[in-house]
């Protein structure tokens, strides 16, 4: 975990060992939520347990003023000894459980929120693992629990679980530090991919660019250039005059689909791929017939081609039907 995580996560838990429980029985919860053997090296955690009557084991009072560390989780780990109090879980207010769920949280839980993923675990004693997993599903928080190395595990790797259940135990202010923290991580993901995304893009431009230059230089040497279509011969002009520019502005500047301007692009590049009689002889030929097409005067339609075409359709005559019937010879 990074110093700064490390940090956040420290501020964190002061702001919640700082919190001084206003009503008697929210007190008395905290103090069954820590135990009656609390363990900890953050001098802050250390400062809750003596204001809620710890003492050290050898029964010697500590004050809370000795407590102070040069960073909270440096110190030496403390042990301390509390008064036993057990909590009637099913009777409680929702307030006294989430002051249990903090001492539990500040004795028995941990934070990490290292690569940006935030993952919380209370570790407690294996017979207690499935007691609190149901009294976080009773306040709304369900969680995973398992058995490891003798020690019962209960975790939240969801985020959204972990904010919400640090939000309802006091964690405000650090909370929201946590949650700029979380969006400005997730800013920075999208705007990687983004960037990422435009300048694949903009590689596979410049390489398709490059080649249609090559080719239309091909092309222009062996004097098949002149032989294409207009469009093509307009569409080879505009990606010399502007070598960076992309299909969609190309199409827009020729006021052309932009599937037209791929289309005599790739045309380009496959006639100069192909010049043995093969493809290349075949763009020829369609070459011609698309310039034909192309040059022919207006008004010269298919229909009227067509119209010529039947009347001049040999041995054809007017039936009675009003269709062509063939003309039979004479015996």
Request: charged share 25%.
């Amino acid at each position: 975990m990074a110093g700064t995580d490390r940090d956040l996560v420290a501020a964190l838990r002061a702001e919640l060992a700082a919190i001084d429980p206003v009503r008697p029985c929210d007190r008395l919860a905290e103090v069954a939520g820590l135990g009656t053997h609390p363990v900890t090296r953050e001098p802050t955690v250390a400062r809750l347990i003596v204001r809620m009557g710890g003492r050290t084991p050898d029964g010697g009072q500590t004050s809370a003023a000795s407590l102070h560390g040069p960073h909270p989780g440096s110190g030496a780990r403390r042990a301390f000894v509390l008064p036993h109090v057990l909590l009637d879980w099913a009777g409680s207010a929702e307030h006294c459980r989430l002051a249990w769920l903090r001492g539990r949280f500040l004795a028995r839980g941990s934070l990490s929120l290292a690569g940006g993923r935030a993952h919380l675990e209370f570790v407690v004693p294996a017979q207690e693992a499935a007691e609190l997993a149901a009294r976080l599903a009773d306040v709304g928080l369900p969680a995973s629990w398992r058995l490891r190395r003798g020690q019962g595990v209960v975790t939240w790797k969801s985020a959204e679980s972990i904010a919400s259940f640090l939000g309802r135990i006091g964690a405000r202010s650090s909370l929201l530090e946590l949650e700029a923290r979380s969006v400005a991580r997730s800013l920075r993901g999208e705007l990687n991919r983004v960037i990422n995304a435009e300048s694949a893009n903009l590689h596979r431009s410049v390489a398709a660019s490059g080649r249609q230059l090559a080719a239309i230089d091909v092309l222009e040497a062996d004097g098949r250039l002149a032989e294409q279509p207009r469009t093509v011969r307009a569409v080879a002009e505009a990606r010399r005059e502007t070598p960076e520019a992309s299909l969609s502005d190309i199409a827009v500047r020729m006021d052309l689909h932009r599937s037209a301007v791929q289309r005599a692009l790739d045309r380009l590049e496959r006639l100069a791929l192909h010049d043995d009689g093969g493809v290349g002889l075949r763009g020829r030929r369609g070459a011609r017939a698309e310039r034909s097409l192309d040059d022919r005067p207006s008004g010269a339609g298919s229909g009227e081609s067509t119209g010529r075409r039947m009347r001049g359709r040999r041995g054809a005559v007017q039936g009675p039907s009003g269709r062509g019937e063939a003309h039979a010879p004479l015996a």
